[in-house]
C-alpha cells in the first residue's frame, strides 16, 4: 500500500484537510496527529477530503469520528467527501 499524505489549508475560517493515499491502522495515526495540530475548534467548517483516498480501513473510520465528536459543540459544520471506491 501506499503512504498517505495530508494536506491543509485554512481560509475564512475553514479548515479544509485533504488526504491522498491509503488510511489504515498504520497511516491513521498521522492523520489524527495533524487534525490536534491544525486546531479545528477555531474554524467555522471543516472540511475533510478523503476523496482521492484509494484504501481505507476501520481503523482509519475511527479518525473523522473522533475529529468529530471531539469538535461536535465548536465546530457547526463537518463536510467529508469521499471517493465512490470506498
Same mark, same amino acid.
Given at each position: 500500500m /501506499? *503512504?498517505? &499524505?495530508?494536506?491543509? *489549508? %485554512? *481560509? &475564512?475560517?475553514?479548515? /479544509?484537510?485533504? %488526504?491522498?493515499g491509503t488510511l489504515d491502522h498504520e497511516t491513521a495515526p498521522f492523520l489524527r496527529n495533524r487534525l490536534l495540530d491544525e486546531s479545528p475548534e477555531s474554524q467555522r467548517n471543516v472540511v475533510?477530503?478523503?476523496? /482521492?483516498?484509494?484504501?481505507?480501513d476501520s481503523a482509519a473510520l475511527n479518525v473523522p469520528v473522533w475529529a468529530w465528536q471531539r469538535t461536535e459543540k465548536t465546530v457547526p459544520r463537518w463536510f467529508w467527501?469521499?471517493?465512490?471506491?470506498?
Open positions: /501506499t *503512504a498517505s &499524505s495530508v494536506e491543509v *489549508a %485554512v *481560509a &475564512s475560517r475553514r479548515l /479544509t484537510v485533504r %488526504v491522498h475533510l477530503d478523503l476523496s /482521492t483516498v484509494s484504501f481505507c467527501p469521499v471517493s465512490r471506491r470506498l
